[in-house]
């Protein structure tokens, strides 16, 4: 309606004037290589940068030989602090990348199929062939979660929700609860062998990519898919989607990358590249990592840009990549190697310290993994629209209305009073309260006072009625009586 509409925009705009008059206070500024006329910025190679940035920048450009276990996957925690690498024969390490500090570090001895950070550092989960492992920063076995599905390819991990999207070979998608260890929701999607997976970060919906081009989008309390499209006339490769949940990036067999809008389900941008790109991720601003083989390949406006921002070149081909939260650093998985790569322009140069605090302390972390505990949203809660549980179900209101219309067989209609304004301080919140409750009272006595001589004449009514039948009676038998 229009009023909704002019209410939401008034909100819109009294929030873009409170975060620009909070921005006097943010320290830093985020910035992009910048170029001179005729140079290109993909051109310009990862020495060149370190050597140009601050010795603490350049420090966080490494790269780790590690030839034995791979290929790696990776995966950040939320505030950037620490990274979990895990190779596909079992190695499994975590440290704080920007101290170089181990953290923890074991063999599993099992094929880890992929590895995921939950909440901030403190526990890291491992997904095998036929179960998930979850650990502490200590070694030590959590909690082990079984399956009934064989071979599981790929999952995920929800932070509002606490959950873990597993996706297998045999087409099913399983949510499990790793705050409870329950299966929350397992479905069978019909589609085949799942390999491509992601999940919105908006509004927590899982999308799946398909051997025949297409993308469906699934959330818990449904069993189809609440939005299926095709994207490319081949197989998905890889999808990512952007951390306002606007842009889906896809890349299929036919060697194109699309960008669509995911608030219309348009296709915006289409890059037609050697080969397909295999992983895809979106940065805190939006810049955008694909990797062909082993090229890495970053776009800074991928809906508009034609040509990448950064490229850079490993010697075997790349397993994952992973932009690293607050900070301009992507890190890359290779089959043999692990490297953290400078992107200026990359991370969010502010941090909100309620959110994810990088210094944060080990009281701190645990009043925060509490009030996830506590905020945890429901799988019946996730839905399309998020904001759908802020509105009003019309539908409902509407069916109730119609209900009590058959019951009562009218419509009743009740008339809002509005006290009149009066001068002298007489219109004060609470002056207008009482004549409200006043008004309201006087409708409520006349209400009942017409109730009461309804019934009345009802009953004088039947008693007429009762005394007429009764002299009818006496005349037929042939007596007088006199009333």
Avoid at 10 to 32: C, H, I, W
Avoid at 207 to 235: D, R, Y
Avoid at 373 to 402: C, G, W
Wanted: neutral net charge; glycine residues 6%.
């Amino acid at each position: 309606s229009p009023g909704r509409m002019k209410s939401s925009e008034e909100k819109y705009n009294s929030a873009v004037k409170r975060a620009a008059r909070y921005e006097l206070l943010l320290t830093e500024e985020p910035g992009f290589l910048e170029t001179e006329e005729g140079e290109e910025s993909w051109s310009i190679d990862q020495r060149t940068i370190a050597d140009a940035a601050d010795i603490a920048s350049a420090n966080k450009h490494f790269e780790l030989k590690l030839n034995q276990f791979g290929p790696y996957r990776i995966d950040y925690t939320r505030n950037g602090r620490h990274l979990l690498i895990g190779g596909r024969r079992g190695h499994v390490a975590a440290f704080d990348w920007i101290t170089k500090q181990l953290t923890c570090e074991m063999n599993v001895m099992e094929a880890v199929q992929d590895v995921k950070s939950l909440c901030i550092g403190a526990f890291s989960c491992n997904l095998y062939r036929f179960n998930i492992e979850l650990y502490t920063n200590r070694d030590v076995k959590m909690q082990c979660i079984l399956s009934w599905v064989d071979y599981w390819v790929h999952y995920n991990f929800m932070l509002y929700n606490l959950f873990v999207t597993k996706r297998n070979q045999h087409g099913f998608l399983q949510y499990t609860d790793v705050s409870i260890g329950n299966i929350v929701s397992t479905i069978n999607t019909k589609g085949g062998r799942l390999n491509i997976m992601c999940h919105n970060p908006h509004n927590a919906v899982v999308l799946l990519g398909h051997h025949n081009g297409s993308v469906t989008m699934w959330t818990p309390n449904q069993k189809e898919p609440v939005v299926k499209m095709l994207c490319h006339n081949t197989a998905i490769r890889a999808l990512a989607v952007d951390q306002c949940g606007n842009y889906l990036a896809t890349s299929g067999q036919d060697r194109k990358m699309k960008i669509y809008d995911v608030r219309m389900f348009k296709p915006l941008h289409s890059y037609q590249l050697h080969t397909g790109p295999s992983n895809l991720c979106f940065s805190q601003r939006n810049l955008l990592a694909a990797t062909c083989q082993n090229v890495v390949q970053i776009y800074k406006d991928p809906c508009v840009q034609e040509h990448p921002y950064l490229t850079h070149r490993l010697r075997l081909p790349v397993e994952d990549v992973a932009f690293c939260p607050y900070e301009d650093v992507l890190g890359v998985g290779g089959s043999d190697s692990f490297v953290s790569l400078l992107v200026p322009g990359a991370g969010e140069a502010n941090y909100d310290a309620f959110e994810s605090n990088p210094n944060r302390s080990k009281k701190q972390r645990r009043e925060w993994e509490v009030k996830a505990l506590l905020e945890k949203i429901q799988p019946d809660m996730i839905s399309l629209d998020p904001m759908v549980l802020s509105k009003v179900d019309h539908v409902s209101m509407e069916r109730l209305r119609k209900d009590k219309e058959e019951r009562m067989g009218f419509v009743e209609e009740t008339a809002k009073f509005e006290p009149k304004h009066k001068n002298k301080g007489r219109s004060k919140s609470g002056n207008v309260e009482k004549r409200k409750q006043k008004v309201h009272g006087a409708t409520i006595r006349e209400q009942i006072k017409e109730e009461m001589k309804a019934k009345r004449e009802k009953l004088l009514k039947a008693e007429e009625s009762s005394l007429d039948q009764i002299a009818v009676v006496d005349n037929q038998t042939g007596d007088t009586t006199e009333f």
